[in-house]
């Protein structure tokens, strides 16, 4: 009988459907189970950062690194697979393309493990590891939030089908800035940005606004042929000057869809004008808060938007709908 420790929560909200999709949560070391589903990896010197039960009886996935897989009631390990970078991931900064794929992909590199001190937006990086059927197909995917980036792995297939960088912000807060200014002394001739990036603190000669960049996502037979899709809206925020109103502008707004390939079972990137992407938006009511992620699971915050993600300091209409 599966242990009785399940934690439902809603990932993307799917359009054409009435029902949001059900994840289980997994568990981090200290959560009660935690030595019971874990003890096999454990005694084959394993140590697991996180692990979610499956529905097949007994059965775990597991997350060291790489993704593991186990019968905890029969002693038996089952399978191991690398978790490798996806090759279409899109990644995007400051003074970047929106659309550049990056290069530990492109190397086919290995995704690192979190730091646990490192903190995630929305707090969603505290549970590493999910389980459930993304799609409704009756196949159950694993969707690992690793850092600020939601990785979507089938066991199916042994592979990451989808990746997204939802929080790449490089940006320290208004006291703060004023803080690193004055201890910048000399080197600058005064406070000229609302927020600075966190590298302009060690900066000789220079100083560089802070940059806010979120995506969210969206998931659905967008074009109704179907196939799944993903569609992912991203915006780049950069810091006013201390001439203009307090907080940030918006810089740059993008828009991609990816298909679901039935022949290899990856989102792959599609060619779709911004106007049919922001018209699908449209006719299914999917605004900037619905998309994923949208609610916090930090202590205090559960079930409330993601403050920065919903931030009037934005200076967006966008992310207040």
């Known amino acids: 009988m599966k242990i009785k420790y399940v934690v439902r929560i809603f990932l993307f909200l799917i359009p054409f459907s009435a029902n949001a999709l059900v994840l289980e949560k997994g568990l981090v070391a200290g959560d009660p189970n935690w030595d019971t589903l874990t003890k096999v990896d454990r005694a084959h010197g394993y140590y697991p950062k996180a692990v979610v039960e499956s ?29 490798t970078r996806w090759s279409h991931h899109t990644g995007f900064e400051y003074n970047e393309p929106f659309f550049q794929s990056s290069e530990q992909a492109q190397e086919g590199g290995r995704y690192w493990i979190p730091k646990s001190h490192f903190p995630t937006l929305g707090c969603l990086g505290n549970t590493l590891l999910r389980y459930g059927d993304l799609e409704n197909d009756g196949e159950s995917e694993l969707v690992l939030f690793l850092d600020n980036e939601l990785v979507v792995f089938s066991p199916s297939l042994g592979k990451v089908v989808f990746s997204e960088t939802y929080d790449a912000s490089n940006w320290v807060s208004a006291d703060t800035t004023v803080s690193a200014y004055e201890e910048m002394g000399s080197r600058h001739e005064g406070v000229k940005y609302y927020s600075i990036s966190s590298e302009s603190y060690w900066a000789e000669t220079n100083d560089w606004p802070g940059s806010r960049t979120y995506s969210k996502i969206f998931q659905g037979d967008m074009d109704s042929d179907g196939q799944m899709e993903i569609l992912v809206w991203r915006k780049l925020y950069l810091s006013n000057t201390l001439t203009e109103s307090a907080g940030f502008k918006l810089s740059q707004s993008a828009w991609q869809r990816f298909e679901k390939d039935p022949e290899t079972g990856e989102y792959l990137p599609q060619i779709s004008t911004e106007d049919d992407i922001k018209t699908w938006l449209l006719e299914n009511d999917l605004t900037w808060s619905k998309g994923y992620p949208s609610l916090s699971e930090c202590a205090g915050e559960e079930g409330k938007l993601i403050p920065e993600m919903h931030d009037p300091l934005l200076n967006d209409p966008d992310v207040l709908q």
């Open 55 to 83: 529905d097949e009886d007994g059965v775990v996935y597991v997350y060291d690194g790489a993704i593991g897989k186990t019968n905890y009631k029969d002693n038996k390990l089952l399978h191991g697979w690398p978790l």
